[in-house]
């Protein structure tokens, strides 16, 4: 009996296929309103239909065989471009952030476009110890009041420094309100998104690509406690999405889009931290959701481009690939993992604290009268920022030069006041002279205060900064947060070393007068964990902090502290900080992470449950357009099941909303006779009419026959399953082969977010 | 309507779920037979169901909270133990492949167990150029005549050689077949296969183990063209598989041992090279076929401990992680890009035809009769090799050695035949004195001669050697091949810009006098292209070999090369070696990489065809035991579909065969009045019975009651992206909400066979 019907069908349907395969497709089936969710199993057979279109022309001609090249190499092409682009753009976002904010303190005379270092590279007049200062360079109090010295420049220049600081701010939030609004923050939790499916027209385009790359300069001058690598990701995605716009393959497909966007956003990455690997990795991890492995190889060559480009740029200088880049010279040992583990704790309470606060902060935001002042918000932020940071110079300085500061260990060219020691020789405060640890002078306790002070300024400001309305990124002020903690637990072991040598665990491996402690390397640790605690990144960090040594050595204490920096973290809550803003703005999210852990079965979850209206469906061959019309005019729903009728309740195949509209509307303007009345048909063949009916109206082809079905008893946890790994939009829940319901993707987030007990109305869109 | 189904259904079945709950498990049901595929879902279905049950007790006792704990913590002490144990093995396997290859040359007087360096570090009579000889190190003929030099001597020693090798290989091959067959080969491909969910019981069991630790130890020693890499992953993944015995949560689900495997494979290339990076990305990109985020950081943690357990035993004594670890000094000019790709073209074409040649042999091994004496074929291979590789020193020595050699840059220290270069100021043939480019030395062309034809009979033997019935990797030969061909090339244009320094290309970027072209850097790209040519692997390819130089500097050539080897080897065939020898023992392995690019709907595929016998399917509530028994033997289908009756063909659900069985055994066993005429009932309540009629038999609660469906239309694409995604074992076919079939794995890979012209019967197991 099946075997009949399928033969039957067979013959049928091998018609169809030609027939369908004639018919011209009409023109916007299969495109996507802005805040939707698109379906990433059609958007690939549209792929491999063109791809197969292509290839069976290729032979046609040297003309069609060309396209065909220049299809299969375009890939390529628009990785290389993007990678191009990132690269140059973050070695100009380098250059313009650093020039700016020398800005804030001063002046090059002879050449305004010299940053700092640039206008004392010219003088010969310096030292090697006091290259920071040379003729050339002119504080504002030295340019206006003649003196560089005394309190009366001094106030200048703090005066000079929040006006600055304002003026940068001020112009930054001012740029991104009127032009370009999708351009404040980091872009990383938008981009998590649109990468899982969602559209968000304009967020990748040119106009916020624009004023992000110009705010971003602004906002990292404007010395707020925010970094530039986030943003960069989503300056390379606007990158990559822009250059896609140049191969049909990409433009017109959201799926391929997507994987450009893929490696755009590693490149990103590779450009703000000089990692190349790492960059792939994060984008493997943190936020990409398809990832085959041709993204995987195309994502390595883009970073591998934006590394290269940005290393020729050379905006640091110093021809290094990376941003902080270090060597240490001493081995760790085994003891020190405990101040190790001790680091990735305070990471984890500090990533589990932040983000609590700053999604209170930012929902406080949202909800209150208070959100409508964004430029006021960011003035005053940028005000206490500038007041409270000028006087205390770990804040004061650009933090990733103090995170470069802090990673860096004391050698005898180190000039910076962490660095000054007591030599151990004749007891006098002086530079050291060779590895040694010694007893830490007064500069060390200096420096310590000024830490501590720089670490709570940090931490409460960086939870009211993460959310202003201007570009900013939360790797670089939490790896700040950690190196500053880190480097003072790495100089209390130092001085604890040198004052208890005769402790076991010291005395094994400390010999007297020998370098056993590196407190930089305690730095980078803390750093490591802050940024884990914040993001929940284990393997993609571990490979970026790897990448900036270039030591195997030193991985063992970086997973140490990272992973108890996420377990402890994920002890208060699961969620890193990137989820919990989706969650937060209410995106269509379906994390691949988190696990699905509870029992509920598909039947419990679908639509329609039993207060809800029966389910709006389809017949395949007994509707009027003007009852088809109301149908869709009295529902909201994006998509209907057609079946093969109300009695039996079989189902033939799937509708999307959109599709009817335009279908109806476009067989009304060029099909002759289709009326009010006319009959609508899905099935192959026109229904038996009587022969006064209006002609019938057949939308076979926007009918999608393989839609995804599931039974009402399978289990959530395959359901998300399903969903996750297939990229579905919706699926339809049947019982013993008959309709019984429909799942969408907002369905399930809404059914996940009532087993947290969350507000389910939260996910806002489709 | 379709909601009052629903909502009556929801009341009868939420019972159901509790009957079914109380219901005990019948043992055996949920396991596999050997040579089966595993259902992945049901498998992870499984384990959340287990972590449920041991999250609800948890608070019940201590006892029970310190058993979650316990288990929670596995996953991370399985793979501490994979790893620790991969590290020792491969150390092991290390010292006494050394030890056994230089056993063939001589004997260390004072202390057998030394090797030839080992047996020299304690002499203190050698000089530094000649450490290799020393007093306490006996060649066989200073030993056996008591003269080393002399052609006597020579022959004496070449007779040692070949006993030696034809001892070892003898040895390796009948343990091999006595004790372990599945220990021979590589083991990649099998493992490849199990990973994607298949079961070969005994294939990484202890006692493939012992055997192949063995074995592999015996045959590197033989000489034979083989590598040890490959084993080594087979070798941790064996432990991998034997530590999860020990915890219950791994050793009961067979997709959750899967995630310990993937770990594992990556730690055994950790080992391997020295690449714990690599081996991560390897063990993503080349094996595993379910890679979930959590498995990506557990392998990264396995892998780091296996390097560093090898790294404490330091088998090379150089203190280093790495296998070959060279440092180069001098950058690569934009013109070499061309000899790369050069080097790129040659390692696509050895692959392509490496492969052809190596899967034709293997197929004549299969068919003939002369796969039947495997002890003969290796002796004869390994006397061959024996033969042919003595007179040469290039191919004599240890093929890690001489891809060691190969890639390290001549310096001033360095002493190899390869760095005879004559010496500009006087001319004379010396020791290089500094590193600029010079012309080669009488060495230097001896070298070349010799390298040539190691190239020849390199290229030769590996076709013949892989496939022998011995552990035999391929990693190593295949970059020896590419080596021995890139330091060729390197040499060539070495030599081609000292003396043509006139021509535009060297005038531009070499300076007279300076080193402009380092032969080591060729032989690394040569190396990284022949091994990608014949594996087709990428990012991992490069990331292996960027970690045994660590310098970012490098990556453009090696990315370049491999990606031009990548192309140029899928001109002839997209298959790598892997994939061809799976499918050369007709594994079911569905490869996720290539996409399956033609039009067929499901219903082409799907079984019955036209000329089939009718599906076979149960109907819920009207078969007898007899009638059931009936169908079970009369077909040798692993399942049947369960549906409402003969008529409506609606749906029910999917029993497995081998549940059926043993539900019946079992019911007969423990229930009374179970009949060959009982009734027996899918539904959730007995049908209703005359009174007379026998206990009807109950199978609900191994009915899967959500099988995966697709409608006939769907079209194959989608399906094998179903199948691949979800690792589905079937999936049933229906139309209109009727069932019409069945599709398999098997009939699947056998659809895609048929397509590309192979023969479709190729694939025999289920």
Not at 42 to 47: I, P
Not at 243 to 261: D, H, I, M, W
Not at 408 to 421: A, F, V
Request: proline share 5%; with cysteine.
């Amino acid at each position: 009996m099946p075997l009949l019907v399928g033969f039957m069908y067979r013959v049928v349907s091998s018609t169809t296929h030609l027939l369908d395969f004639l018919e011209e497709p009409i023109p916007g089936v299969g495109t996507y309103d802005d805040f939707h969710t698109i379906d990433w199993v059609r958007e690939k057979c549209k792929d491999r239909e063109r791809h197969r279109k292509i290839n069976a022309k290729k032979k046609e001609s040297a003309w069609e065989f060309t396209k065909s090249l220049y299809d299969a190499w375009s890939g390529w092409l628009v990785v290389t471009l993007t990678g191009l682009a990132s690269g140059a753009l973050a070695g100009l976002i380098d250059i313009s952030a650093d020039w700016l904010n020398d800005i804030k303190e001063g002046v090059c005379l002879n050449a305004m476009w010299f940053n700092h270092e640039q206008c004392c590279w010219g003088s010969n007049e310096t030292t090697f110890a006091e290259r920071d200062k040379c003729p050339q360079w002119k504080s504002w109090a030295g340019l206006i009041l003649g003196q560089e010295e005394g309190p009366g420049s001094y106030i200048m220049n703090y005066f000079m420094y929040i006006y600055w600081a304002l003026s940068f701010a001020l112009l930054a939030v001012l740029l991104v309100k009127v032009f370009a609004p999708y351009a404040c923050g980091s872009g990383i939790p938008e981009i998590k998104t649109i990468l899982s499916g969602f559209i968000i027209r304009g967020y990748l385009g040119k106009w916020t690509l624009l004023i992000k790359t110009v705010t971003l300069v602004l906002a990292v001058a404007s010395g707020l406690s925010l970094g530039k690598e986030g943003p960069l990701v989503h300056v390379a995605c606007c990158c990559g999405n822009i250059f896609s716009y140049l191969f049909p393959k990409y433009s017109k497909n959201e799926a391929k889009k997507r994987e450009v966007l893929s490696a755009a956003s590693a490149a990103g990455v590779s450009v703000a931290f000089g990692a190349p690997i790492g960059g792939v990795l994060f984008s493997l991890e943190e936020v990409s959701y398809y990832f085959p492995l041709k993204t995987l190889w195309r994502s390595f060559f883009a970073a591998l481009v934006a590394a290269f480009v940005l290393r020729s740029i050379n905006p640091f200088g110093n021809s290094r690939l990376v941003l902080f880049y270090v060597e240490y010279h001493t081995p760790w040992y085994l003891f020190e993992l405990i101040p190790f583990i001790l680091l990735g704790v305070f990471g984890g309470l500090w990533g589990a604290f932040f983000i609590k606060a700053n999604i209170a902060w930012c929902r406080r935001r949202k909800s209150t009268r208070f959100g409508k002042y964004p430029v006021l918000e960011v003035i005053f932020v940028a005000a206490i920022t500038a007041v409270v940071a000028f006087p205390n110079p770990y804040t004061r300085q650009n933090t990733s030069e103090l995170i470069k500061e802090l990673f860096t260990d004391c050698g005898p060219l180190e000039s910076s006041q962490l660095c000054q020691y007591r030599s151990q020789m004749n007891g006098s405060k002086a530079f050291v002279d060779a590895s040694p640890n010694k007893p830490a002078g007064s500069g060390v306790y200096t420096a310590m205060w000024q830490l501590c002070l720089a670490l709570v300024f940090k931490i409460i400001m960086t939870i009211f900064t993460f959310g202003l309305k201007v570009p900013a990124g939360l790797f670089i002020p939490s790896m700040a947060i950690g190196a500053i903690a880190g480097r003072i637990v790495g100089i209390a072991v130092e001085q604890l070393a040198y004052y208890h040598h005769d402790w076991l665990v010291f005395r094994e491996w400390c010999e007297v007068g020998t370098d056993c402690i590196t407190p930089g390397l305690y730095a980078m640790v803390g750093a490591a964990a802050c940024l884990g605690g914040v993001t929940r990144m284990t393997v993609s960090l571990v490979v970026i902090v790897f990448e900036l040594t270039g030591g195997l050595e030193y991985i063992v204490p970086l997973m140490a502290a990272v992973m108890t920096s996420k377990w402890v973290g994920d002890a208060f809550g699961r969620e890193g900080i990137y989820e919990s803003h989706i969650r937060l703005n209410g995106y269509p999210f379906l994390d691949a992470k988190s696990e699905f852990t509870h029992t509920t079965l598909a039947r419990e979850v679908m639509r329609p449950q039993r207060s809800d209206p029966p389910l709006a469906v389809l017949t395949q061959d007994d509707l009027t357009v003007e009852e088809l019309q109301v149908i869709i005019n009295e529902t909201s729903y994006n998509g209907f099941p057609v079946i093969v009728s109300k009695e039996s309740q079989r189902l033939v195949g799937f509708a999307l909303r959109r599709d009817i509209t335009i279908a109806i509307e476009n067989a009304r303007r060029k099909q002759e006779g289709i009326l009010l009345t006319s009959r609508v048909y899905f099935t192959q063949h026109a229904p038996t009419l009587p022969a006064d009916s209006p002609r019938p109206l057949k939308l076979r082809s926007i009918l999608d026959m393989s839609p995804f079905t599931v039974t009402d008893h399978t289990p959530m946890e395959i359901v998300v399953d399903i969903f996750r790994k297939l990229g579905l939009r919706q699926c339809l829940v049947t019982h013993n082969g008959r309709l019984l319901g429909i799942i969408t993707k907002k369905d399930i987030l809404r059914h996940m977010a009532q087993l947290t007990n969350q507000d389910p109305d939260n996910i806002m869109f489709n």
